[in-house]
Structures are given as C-alpha cells and as structure tokens.
C-alpha cells in the first residue's frame, strides 16, 4: 500500500441530468427540468483515479451554480498538484487558504480523494467515514409541487416503490399550503412520516398562519422562512418537530441552532460543507449532541448518490432520520456500480473506495483538465 503520492491531474466534465418526471418544482415558483451537473476526476502520480461529484439546484437555491464548480475548479486546481490526496485534512486546509469561500467547488475535489483514499487502503469510504452500520437504511421520497390533489396521488405512487418518507414541497400561497399538507397527510399509513418542506419560501407571518392551520396534523415543519432568526421565531411557536436545512451552513451556526433549540433535525447537505470531509465534522457534532440528521446533497447522479450512501451508511441508525437516492430521480446513469434503490432502502457498495466506475463513453472529453 503506497501512502505517498501526489496528484497529477484534475479533470471536470460536464454532463446534463434530465429528470424522469419532466420537472421538479419548489417554493418562489423555481423549478429546474435538466440538472447540470460537473464530475470531478482526481488522477495520483500512480495512476489511481477517483471521482467526485457536485450538482447545485439551479442558481437560486444555494449560493451556488453550476458553471460556477467548473470556473471554481480551474481557479482552484493549479494549487493542488504534487499535493497528497490521501491527507484530507490537510489537503482541506490547503484548499481553504488558497480559495476563500465557495465550499461546492471543493466538494467534488474532496470526494474523489475520498474515493482515492478508499481504493488505496481497499476499504469502503463508508467504513473509513466510521463504520458501516446495517445492511441498508431507509429513504425519502421528494414530492414536486403541484395542486394538493396531485401531490396527494403521488404518495401512492411512491409507497408503491418503498418509500416511508415523504418531503412535500410547500412555500407557495399559505392557504394552499395548508390544502397540500392536509391532504397528503391523509394519504399516510402508520409508520409514514411526512415533512412540509418550505425551502425558506414563507415570510414570517405566513408561516404562522400555516404552523398554526395544521396544528393537528402530524408533520415536519422544514425550513419555513428565508433567515435563521425567523425560523427560531417559527420554531418557538409550534409544537411540531423543526428541521433546518439552508441556514445549517458552518460549525458554528450548528452550535449556535444547539444551544437555542432551534430544531430537531439537521439536514446535512455533503457539497453545502464542502465534501465528505467537513460534511463528516458536522454529522459527528450532531451525534455528539444528540441532533438526527438527513443526509443528502443539493442534487446529482449516480455519484452523488454514492457518496450519500457512504456518509449515510456511516451514521448510527438512531440519527439517521433519513436520506435520498437522487439517481432514481434523473433518466441517465453516469457510472456503473453505484447504489440503487430497493423497496424503498439503499445501501452503500461494499467495493473500495465510492465502490462506482464512471462511464468514460457518455463523459466523453473533459470540459476541463488541469496538470
């Protein structure tokens, strides 16, 4: 086992990702029908290759886009040749100080050099991030806005694949919202769970209106409004259980969320953080301090969902509130080996590394290459 290598090149490609149901709309009327998407290659001195992934939700989502990993990555890479990418964190702190900020861009660098580390040592990234526990674990299944009655058919649909989780998409006209939650909570069998996902769409007073109009339902209230502030203001006024999602972007405003009670759930998003890396820091101070978690990433393929399936296969069960398989929702398959759903349940490959091998025929010539 060589532990001494340096990176010799960076490779980006880019690739479109239509989604199979024609369009995936959320809160402010967005909405995104083909996903951009970059994959990231990592290439040792050696010849061993590991890859990454990075998919922002379109552009208003996140302070992200998707030319963005791209343009980040041709700025960033010179500084990485010759480095090791075995030493993660290091190799984190050296991205840090050479590109302040933009923490998507370095998430597909930092992936591939988890998939590196696992082919070298030949152990599952899983098992290197902390273990595997189970043989699989449980997914959610995203809800596309629409009208409360489709909405509500499609929890039938998706029951039918396994799913047990459901994330609606809300944020739109209150009164609306209302009409959505009730009636896809009247779909739910025992065991379900179903969370209003608001994607920081409501202004404050809306989502009063809406935690107050639904009070008996049972149901997740996830990131009602665009601030941190608001969202406490909501959270201290409900007795559903709370999840943040846009605002848990750093250390720091996670201890901060702790220590006001701010939520019963995180979602921890891998390319938010910046990669395996530091998206493994906060789910550890998560479990430290008691906090279940989604696990998951802004969006992506076969890859993505891979190293989804390894932080998410890494988590104690207990705090694993749930995670997705963002490859069943796109028409085309980018790598072969990568995790696949099964009623409902995923599990993370036990090959080395990512446990996935890219499909060199559809990437074809690489949008970047940095040596």
């Not at 379109?58 to 791209?70: D, I, N």
């Not at 201890?255 to 953080?273: E, G, H, Q, T, Y």
């Amino acid at each position: 086992m060589k532990l001494q290598m340096k990176i010799r090149r960076i490779s980006a490609w880019q690739v479109d990702l239509p989604l199979r149901e024609g369009s995936y709309k959320w809160s402010g009327g967005k909405s995104v029908t083909v996903f951009d998407s970059t994959i990231v290659g990592v290439q040792t001195d050696d010849g061993v290759m590991g890859y990454g992934e990075v998919c922002p939700l379109g552009s208003s989502y996140l302070p992200s886009y998707s030319k963005g990993v791209r343009a980040g990555i041709a700025e960033l890479g010179p500084h990485l040749l010759g480095e090791n990418p075995l030493q993660l964190g290091y190799l984190n702190r050296r991205m840090d100080a050479v590109f302040k900020g933009h923490p998507y861009v370095k998430s597909g660098i930092d992936i591939a050099c988890w998939d590196i580390l696992g082919q070298v040592t030949r152990q599952p990234v899983c098992v290197l991030l902390g273990g595997r526990y189970g043989e699989d674990f449980g997914l959610y299944r995203a809800i596309s806005q629409e009208s409360p009655d489709a909405m509500a058919k499609r929890v039938a649909e998706y029951r039918r694949e396994g799913y047990r989780r459901f994330q609606l998409k809300v944020g739109g006209d209150p009164e609306e919202d209302v009409d959505r939650i009730r009636a896809v909570s009247a779909e739910l069998k025992r065991g379900d769970r179903l969370v209003a996902d608001a994607n920081t769409g409501w202004l404050l007073h809306d989502a009063m209106r809406v935690v107050r109009e639904v009070r008996d339902v049972d149901v997740y209230i996830e990131q009602p409004c665009l601030t941190y502030e608001e969202c406490l203001s909501i959270r201290r006024q409900t007795n559903h259980p709370f999840i943040l999602d846009e605002t848990i972007d750093s250390v720091d405003v996670l201890l901060r969320a702790k220590a006001d009670l701010a939520m019963d759930v995180v979602n921890i998003k891998i390319s938010k953080f910046g990669g395996l890396t530091k998206a493994r820091q906060v789910r550890d101070l998560c479990v430290s301090m008691g906090i279940a978690m989604t696990i998951e990433d802004t969006w992506g393929g076969d890859i993505t969902t891979a190293a989804i399936a390894h932080l998410a296969h890494s988590t104690p069960p207990e705090f694993l509130f749930t995670t997705t398989d963002f490859n069943s929702y796109v028409s085309l398959s980018t790598a072969d080996g990568a995790p696949r759903r099964i009623n409902g349940r995923m599990a993370a490959s036990t090959q080395p590394g990512l446990g996935i091998k890219p499909k060199t025929e559809l990437l074809g010539k690489p949008a970047l290459t940095i040596e």
